[in-house]
């Protein structure tokens, strides 16, 4: 390990802590990272999770000063598993497509024994450090074990458009996208859904080419039709919006 990743897991460590102990009143500076974490989950897991993103862009930003330039990929890579985070010590695997991008895969670590809610945690910190380091790169998690997925896998990335920032659509579930996408097209024949891929058990769609509120309610159509063709699959519309419609 170097010098600067020892330096950087240090204060990666005193940065997850800060930013649990900034929603529990009463912890103190003696209390352990495990169970700062666990009371943190119980009292404000998205608090707690919004602030380690935060302290962990501005600890990437810092390091990249120091360092003065931004990590690239290979550096990246190479520095995340030395910085004492399970999460963060993945196997690298190139995209088919030779994007700029990496996939990050590894068996369960014990943060899954804390559930979603843990995984969410180390998922945000993760984001944030890649973004402040690389000054761009962004960071997405297909699966975890923690959201009862069989492995862990993450994707660090580039472009915002590309196709692998969500997981694979699983092949048992496209017969029914494509009937749930037929009948949709029966309500609008101009609007087409696209469905961008499935990460942590949620499905992520968008609806193009509808006029007003129109893509709105075919969102809520969506969700009706694959509420019952799908049960127990969690949706999440990205469809762009804009800020005012105009139903005149």
Same mark, same amino acid.
């Given at each position: 390990?170097?010098?600067?990743? @020892?330096?950087?897991?240090?204060?990666?460590?005193?940065?997850?802590?800060?930013?649990?102990?900034?929603?529990?009143?009463?912890?103190?500076?003696?209390?352990?990272?495990?169970?700062?974490?666990?009371?943190?989950?119980?009292?404000?897991?998205?608090?707690?999770?919004?602030?380690?993103?935060?302290?962990?862009?501005?600890?990437?930003?810092?390091?990249?000063?120091?360092?003065?330039?931004?990590?690239?990929?290979?550096?990246?890579?190479?520095?995340?598993?030395?910085?004492?985070?399970?999460?963060?010590?993945?196997?690298?695997?190139?995209?088919?497509?030779?994007?700029?991008?990496?996939?990050?895969? @590894?068996?369960?670590?014990?943060?899954?024994?804390?559930?979603?809610?843990?995984?969410?945690?180390?998922?945000?910190?993760?984001?944030?450090?890649?973004?402040?380091?690389?000054?761009?790169?962004?960071?997405?998690?297909?699966?975890?074990?923690?959201?009862?997925?069989?492995?862990?896998?993450?994707?660090?990335?580039?472009?915002?458009?590309?196709?692998?920032?969500?997981?694979?659509?699983?092949?048992?579930?496209?017969?029914?996208?494509?009937?749930?996408?037929?009948?949709?097209?029966?309500?609008?024949?101009?609007?087409?859904?696209?469905?961008?891929?499935?990460?942590?058990?949620?499905?992520?769609?968008?609806?193009?080419?509808?006029?007003?509120?129109?893509?709105?309610?075919?969102?809520?159509?969506?969700?009706?039709?694959?509420?019952?063709?799908?049960?127990?699959?969690?949706?999440?519309?990205?469809?762009?919006?804009?800020?005012?419609?105009?139903?005149?």
């Amino acid at each position: 390990m170097t010098e600067a990743h @020892r330096e950087l897991s240090a204060r990666w460590r005193h940065a997850r802590r800060a930013a649990l102990r900034a929603v529990l009143s009463d912890s103190t500076s003696e209390t352990g990272d495990e169970e700062l974490l666990r009371a943190a989950l119980l009292a404000a897991p998205a608090a707690a999770q919004r602030a380690v993103f935060d302290n962990s862009l501005r600890l990437g930003r810092g390091y990249a000063a120091v360092q003065a330039s931004h990590a690239t990929f290979s550096e990246l890579v190479g520095a995340l598993p030395e910085l004492g985070v399970a999460c963060a010590e993945r196997r690298p695997r190139a995209p088919d497509d030779d994007s700029a991008a990496v996939y990050l895969e @590894r068996e369960a670590c014990p943060v899954a024994a804390l559930g979603p809610a843990g995984c969410d945690f180390y998922r945000e910190a993760m984001a944030g450090l890649v973004l402040g380091m690389t000054g761009g790169a962004m960071h997405a998690r297909h699966d975890s074990a923690g959201h009862g997925g069989a492995r862990c896998v993450d994707a660090v990335y580039l472009d915002p458009e590309w196709s692998g920032r969500h997981g694979p659509v699983p092949d048992e579930l496209r017969p029914h996208l494509e009937a749930a996408a037929r009948t949709l097209s029966m309500f609008d024949s101009r609007a087409r859904v696209e469905f961008l891929g499935v990460s942590e058990g949620v499905l992520h769609y968008a609806v193009k080419g509808a006029g007003g509120t129109g893509g709105l309610r075919l969102g809520a159509t969506l969700e009706r039709l694959l509420a019952r063709r799908a049960p127990g699959l969690s949706l999440r519309e990205v469809s762009p919006r804009a800020v005012f419609v105009d139903e005149s």
